[in-house]
């Protein structure tokens, strides 16, 4: 996946605000002043931008935007720290999006997966052992795919969401980074599977 079609992607994952100004009207999503969806509005928009610094090697944009982000408020809406919800439902969504989009017959997109996993550390290793888990447990895969994700997993230790911690400031922090580059190599792997 080219890095234009990487950042839109991700853009439409984190619910289309890349480009939006911060708490900007979406389709879907309730425009009253409820002061919690402007943090999590803002968590997606700021989480893009540090995405784009992935992209593009910016490593000071990256770390700008998820500090930025981080320093949101914990959010009542979604009962979590925007930051740790948003980078969790992007790489969560970004991998169900492939599978939804996948032909019957094509597993490129748990290919990608299981390369990723067998070389992901920390937070995106377990929020991406808990978004196969959440496909082989909800999803409609083949048999071999369940298969895979299941010996997958196997060895990997059971950890709630990033969402669903009390971390600090520097742990949440590390968690989204990680998080995030966990995703841009499942974009590479994706690139790379697809070729």
């Known amino acids: 996946m080219d890095n234009r079609r990487a950042r839109a992607t991700l853009a439409d994952e984190l619910l289309g605000l890349a480009g939006q100004s911060y708490g900007a009207p979406r389709a879907g999503f309730d425009s009253s002043p409820d002061p919690a969806v402007p943090a999590s509005a803002a968590a997606d928009n700021l989480l893009a931008k540090a995405y784009d610094g992935l992209l593009t090697g910016d490593r000071d944009r990256t770390d700008r935007f998820v500090d930025r982000a981080v320093a949101l408020p914990y959010d009542d809406h979604i009962s979590a720290m925007p930051a740790a ?25 748990l290919d990608a997966a299981l390369e990723v996993l067998e070389g992901a550390d920390g937070w995106g290793k377990s929020e991406l052992r808990m978004t196969l888990t959440h496909i082989d447990d909800e999803c409609e895969t083949r048999a071999q795919e369940r298969r895979r994700i299941r010996a997958a997993v196997a060895g990997v230790p059971i950890r709630a969401s990033i969402a669903d911690h009390d971390l600090s400031t520097t742990e949440l922090t590390q968690a989204v980074h990680s998080v995030l580059r966990t995703l841009h190599q499942y974009d590479a792997a994706l690139a790379r599977h697809r070729t």
């Open 85 to 109: 919800m948003a980078s969790s439902m992007a790489l969560f969504n970004r991998v169900i999006d492939e599978l939804e989009d996948s032909h019957v017959d094509d597993a490129t997109w």
